[in-house]
């Protein structure tokens, strides 16, 4: 142990002289026990390894400590990189190979394939963080930082309820990888529930639970605060409705106990801001079998007090004259405004989401009067989601009734099916609609036309809404609604509808909308959109975007230099006139000089060789150097700006979000409206009868020759029916 002293203490000597001839001059640090000598070596030890790691590792390590709870991927070139116990991770979820190096496990996927893998990371639960390069190779050249490391900041966090992807790439990987994971018409909902105790009458204990989700697949805001009983069948019939991909929970109630009054008081005050034993179970229960990731926050965000500062903090300069969304929060009760102040506390990672809050028009209470609220026993006897054999959707409710033709579509019939309207007038109104399409004619067939092809439209408008679409997804969302705005007006003028639901749908279409969409379309090139081109994107940059137009004159005033140069130098200078540049972009090469083998002798000595081949040597003068270094400045300056004008153009696209999702909700109720008439046309289905409840006609059900759906779907045999009467034993009984 002296002699490893020693070796350590003469290596830190060498990175830390005045630290290290302050410790080699006390010699009674050789005489102390063994412990503290092994503890001084292992302290040592760790100074040393500090000082020796890389530079890329110190820097992945500041990162790090900052997200503990984050797998990060490093951009180091054309790699993503992970280090340590993410490496670890990576390599079990991802089954790519990592090896050791310097002080870390390391593995590394290629750039292009940065998405995929984390989709399934973030798919396997896990939050993943991105590290980007926030220098390029051209600017630093240039900077006073030339000779340093290249800076990086996490750039994105991805969870699984604010990951937004591909829709084709979900299906694909729910119906190849994993039963669990999410597909297109999954909502993704970011829950935070909040549990408190209530005043019971009653030997029964009753507790007070209140949730806040929000889907940023869809932009919806779903709130409800309800008493729930011991086996917690209200919260679990809600978690099976909603299907959440992330849970916000309070921190876990302590286990340790304390005869001190101030101890007692504080464990108390704890216990009521931690979820009880009970719906900890569920919790853990629910999450488990569903790969639901859990968040765990902070105990001092859950009262009210603190809650009203963090709302006043967010929604405090976000009025207007038109509505007022801190007003719009502050009705909703006081465990629901908990949950939303805890939900913005968390979105604060994620600025492109955290928006989505500002649109209260599109919160909505779970529970309501028009429409049944089933327990979580009601929605697995009746089979609403899934089959008692094999818990799978074939077999189910929603597996009979699902034959919508788009993503949006079937999200709202999940909501239809887990919610069946109370309402007899809304019911017959549904009836009417799908009676009016069954019978059919020309205008409901153009009518229903407009669903070949359609795009995830809900999914597109959120993610313009949130910056993060790209042109190409842009331009096939537009041209989507193009294509809206032309079959709804024809489907109009081809007859007349008669069900108020139809009428609805066919007229979501307004002037403002068709104006919005010729705009928008207007502004980009289709073809450089497809392309993900963004330096060619806007067709009137001048105007639109000042800046751009700039860069790009910076750009075209480099080349022109650069064939000046040709013309005036080179090819005088090697006595060929029709001599032209040569450009490799294979190799990211341009302007190249090719100058015969034989004709080599007439190249100047400060002419920078770069290539050869049996034929010719490719040369670079130092002006041609020079102008490529200034002409990648300008390129990146101008990749940054077409970023920047992306952002802006999607941002004005953002001040429309609301009319648009007005359309898609018209078009996903036609849509299950649809689904519902495919039902309707099988055999021996009938409109059943809904008749309001009075004095004279008590409530009542009764069915003639009724046959279960979904056992007669899975029969080979035929279904034999049955007689179904069933009404109140008097005034004031509900059958």
């Known amino acids: 142990r002296s002699a490893l002293f020693e070796l350590l203490l003469g290596k830190l000597m060498l990175l830390a002289p005045s630290f290290g001839s302050l410790l080699s001059g006390n010699k009674i640090i050789l005489h102390l026990s063994a412990s503290c000598v092994h503890l001084g070596l292992l302290f040592l030890a760790s100074l040393l390894s500090i000082q020796l790691r890389p530079p890329l590792e110190q820097q992945f390590q500041k990162i790090k400590d900052q997200n503990k709870d984050t797998v990060l991927l490093v951009e180091c070139g054309y790699k993503y990189k992970f280090f340590g116990e993410d490496a670890e991770i990576a390599t079990r979820i991802l089954k790519i190979y990592s090896y050791p190096s310097h002080n870390y496990l390391v593995a590394s996927i290629p750039t292009q394939r940065l998405n995929f893998h984390v989709r399934r990371l973030v798919q396997a639960g896990y939050k993943v963080g991105v590290v980007k390069q926030t220098e390029t190779a051209a600017l630093k050249a240039v900077s006073d930082t030339k000779s340093q490391l290249f800076t990086r900041q996490l750039t994105a966090l991805h969870t699984p309820s604010t990951f937004i992807d591909d829709a084709d790439a979900l299906d694909a990987d729910a119906a190849q990888e994993d039963e669990l994971a999410p597909t297109s018409s999954s909502h993704n909902y970011l829950m935070s529930i909040f549990e408190t105790e209530q005043a019971s009458q009653t030997i029964t204990v009753q507790t007070r639970i209140a949730f806040v989700a929000v889907s940023f697949v869809t932009g919806d805001i779903v709130y409800d605060s309800f008493s729930d009983d011991f086996l917690r069948g209200g919260l679990e019939g809600r978690l099976m409705q909603l299907r959440p991909a992330e849970m916000l929970l309070p921190p876990v109630a302590a286990n340790t106990s304390s005869s001190s009054s101030s101890s007692s008081s504080s464990s108390s005050k704890q216990a009521s801001r931690s979820l009880s034993s009970v719906t900890e179970k569920l919790l853990r229960q629910y999450t488990g079998s569903h790969n639901v990731r859990v968040q765990r926050m902070g105990p001092g965000g859950y009262s009210y007090e603190s809650a009203l500062e963090v709302l006043g903090e967010f929604y405090g300069d976000s009025s207007d004259d038109s509505s007022n969304p801190l007003e719009d929060v502050l009705g909703l009760p006081q465990d629901v405004v908990v949950c939303v102040a805890t939900l913005l506390g968390y979105l604060k990672a994620f600025p492109q989401f955290i928006h989505v809050m500002r649109l209260t028009k599109n919160i909505r209470s779970f529970s309501t009067g028009t429409h049944m609220a089933l327990n979580a026993a009601a929605l697995r006897h009746l089979e609403i989601f899934e089959n008692n054999s094999n818990h799978q959707e074939s077999g189910s409710l929603l597996w009979m009734l699902k034959n919508t033709n788009t993503a949006f579509g079937r999200r709202m019939m999940r909501k239809w099916v887990a919610a069946p309207l109370m309402d007899p007038a809304r019911i017959r109104e549904r009836q009417d609609a799908v009676r009016e399409i069954v019978e059919g004619g020309m205008h409901v067939d153009i009518l229903l036309s407009v669903f070949k092809g359609l795009p995830d439209l809900e999914r597109g408008i959120c993610k313009a809404y949130h910056g993060s679409c790209t042109p190409a997804e842009f331009c096939t969302t537009l041209k989507a609604f193009q294509r809206v705005c032309e079959v709804l007006p024809e489907a109009s003028r081809a007859g007349e509808f008669t069900s108020a639901l139809l009428q609805g749908a066919n007229l979501a279409i307004s002037e403002s909308i068709m104006k919005a969409v010729q705009f928008f379309l207007s502004s980009i090139s289709e073809a450089a959109a497809m392309q993900g081109d963004k330096e060619s994107l806007f067709v009137n940059s001048a105007e639109q975007f000042p800046e751009l137009d700039t860069i790009k004159q910076d750009i075209t005033s480099v080349k022109g230099e650069l064939d000046e140069h040709l013309r005036d130098v080179i090819r005088k200078r090697l006595g060929k006139n029709a001599l032209e540049y ?48 200034i002409l990648a400045q300008h390129r990146e300056n101008l990749t940054a700006e077409c970023n920047k004008s992306w952002q802006t153009f999607l941002h004005d696209f953002g001040g429309k979000y609301m009319h648009f999702r007005n359309v898609v909700s018209h078009l996903a109720t036609l849509d299950c409206l649809s689904s519902f008439s495919v039902v309707a046309r099988m055999p021996s289905y009938a409109y059943p009868e809904v008749v309001e409840p009075s004095p004279d006609t008590p409530p009542c059900v009764m069915i003639k020759g009724g046959r279960h759906p979904m056992v007669e779907a899975m029969l080979s045999d035929s279904y034999v029916p049955n007689d179904t009467h069933m009404s109140s034993g008097g005034p004031g009984e509900t059958c």
């Open 582 to 629: 040569t450009h490799m972009p294979g190799l990211n090469l341009e302007y190249l000089v090719e100058v015969p083998v034989a004709q080599v002798k007439l190249v100047p000595g400060d002419w920078k060789k770069i290539n050869t081949t049996k034929q010719v040597h490719r040369f670079q003068t130092p002006f041609i150097i020079e102008r490529i270094r």
